[in-house]
């Protein structure tokens, strides 16, 4: 089944380019120039992907992105302009997956869909690609389980977005051992790390904000300064 993605952009010579280049990849795409035309799509279709645009006339893509999070946990990748690590930081803490700034390369955008895409079917079951043996972890009242895409602290259900799943899971599975930011992102991207630990690092804040974690007395995910990341 041709995987569904709804391209988000005012500058319509670019919504075209990415519209052109995700059907040469057999992709199913919905083009839209408004955050609201968006937003209505969002609750009319099963959408496996949405590329936002930050500027737009309605509304920013990061303001866009937060709505979206609020009831889907479909990857997002942000197109914008500003390449200051504030501006990328803000779109990721808010729900995003990923981001690549303008101008791009085309081919470039279709490798970073489709790595999203492969991320979301293994972490997802309802994506038609999940596991088909259940595995999960219990550690001291954090439970999270890849058969049902679902995780759980204290029996309160967290939302997490696949690569926020995919993080966390990882983790889990190394419960005890220090993961380096290095290994963390290759291990939840599927790319090899190519940059600052500001990626990974706002992901590990907004998993410790959806846990009700305490940034500087955490009790799951812990930082060893100058190593990585662990859970003991």
């Not at 955050?35 to 303001?63: H, N, S, Y």
């Not at 200051?84 to 803000?90: L, P």
């Not at 049902?148 to 995919?166: A, G, Y």
């Amino acid at each position: 089944m041709s995987a569904e993605i709804m391209i988000v952009d005012d500058e319509a010579a670019i919504a075209d380019l990415v519209d052109v280049y995700l059907k040469n990849e057999g992709y199913t795409v919905h083009k839209f120039y408004t955050a609201t035309q968006a937003l209505e799509c969002v609750e009319q279709k099963r959408l496996d992907l949405a590329i936002l645009d930050v500027m737009l006339p309605d509304m920013d893509g990061f303001t866009l992105c937060q709505k979206i999070r609020e009831s889907h946990l479909f990857p997002i990748l942000m197109l914008t302009a500003k390449v200051e690590d504030m501006d990328k930081i803000t779109g990721l803490t808010l729900g995003a997956d990923d981001y690549i700034t303008k101008p791009f390369n085309p081919l470039e955008l279709v490798a970073r869909v489709k790595t999203q895409l492969r991320r979301y079917t293994r972490y997802n079951p309802s994506s038609g690609c999940g596991e088909e043996i259940p595995q999960e972890y219990d550690i001291r009242g954090l439970q999270i389980s890849k058969a049902n895409h679902k995780c759980f602290l204290f029996e309160e259900e967290l939302s997490l977005t696949p690569l926020e799943f995919s993080i966390l899971w990882y983790l889990c599975s190394r419960q005890g051992q220090v993961v380096s930011s290095e290994e963390l992102f290759e291990a939840a991207w599927g790319e090899k790390f190519m940059d600052s630990n500001n990626t990974v690092m706002s992901h590990i804040a907004r998993l410790r904000e959806k846990m009700h974690e305490n940034s500087r007395k955490p009790k799951f995910i812990k930082t060893v300064w100058g190593v990585g990341y662990t859970i003991e």
